[in-house]
């Protein structure tokens, strides 16, 4: 167990619905990232936040956004969504700064219909 | 932006013998390398990274080797085990103030049989 923890571990939804996807980091932890896994695409960075702050953002889609809450908690919400938005999606912790080792929570597995 | 290369993208070994993966990176700026292992339908586990101060890494049955001038890396597990089967994934970093996003490879789905 990383400590890191995420909800709901499953969620099944139509096309064109929104979901909203939970991670609270470890204890401790200021930085949060998001990564999508799919079978064709691997391991894919979508966000940081540090302590509230959006750090760094990689190819996500305009219909994706993430925030990190006051508590560091970080939601991540898609929209709009669409059959290839289908993955697991994986939060991830880390202490924050430099050179610092990421944790990654169970993940939430999202099928969209 | 950054780019790795991971292979095999399969790899079968007896169980007793050594495994090992090799990952390219292209952006000479990336200094932070782990890997993961990540068993069927469970979350990517942090096993073993390396920082490039530094050349070789070892923890148990793994090590990591990383060579900056040919910006490649490897993960070597000895004396594998049944245990040991499942999917390992290598990544770079560039890890500044601004931020620590992984690139990850594609990963090695390694089979260890007993």
């Known amino acids: 167990d990383s400590g890191v923890t995420q909800t709901p571990k499953h969620l099944i939804t139509a096309t064109g619905q929104r979901v909203t996807l939970r991670c609270s980091p470890r204890?401790?932890?200021?930085?949060v990232y998001w990564y999508q896994q799919s079978l064709d695409q691997g391991l894919q960075f979508l966000i940081q936040y540090y302590n509230g702050e959006e750090r760094a953002k990689g190819n996500i889609l305009e219909r994706f956004s993430a925030q990190q809450f006051p508590d560091l908690h970080s939601e991540l919400n898609l929209s709009s969504l669409e059959l290839g938005d289908s993955a697991l999606y994986f939060c991830a912790s880390s202490v924050g700064g430099q050179q610092d080792e990421q944790y990654f929570g169970p993940g939430t597995r999202l099928t969209v219909t | 932006g950054e780019n790795v290369e991971q292979h095999p993208s399969t790899l079968s070994v007896q169980e007793g013998d050594s495994a090992v993966i090799k990952c390219t990176y292209s952006?000479?700026?990336?200094?932070?390398f782990p890997w993961y292992k990540q068993e069927l339908g469970k979350r990517p586990q942090l096993i073993i990274d390396i920082r490039s101060n530094v050349g070789e890494k070892k923890d148990q049955r793994i090590a990591v080797t990383l060579n900056k001038t040919a910006k490649h890396f490897s993960l070597h597990i000895t004396e594998t085990q049944p245990e040991d089967s499942a999917v390992y994934f290598c990544a770079a970093s560039r890890v500044q103030a601004a931020g620590n996003k992984l690139t990850f490879g594609g990963g090695t789905r390694v089979l260890v049989k007993p």
């Open positions: 952006d000479s700026a990336s200094n932070y």
């Open positions: 204890s401790g932890d200021l930085s």
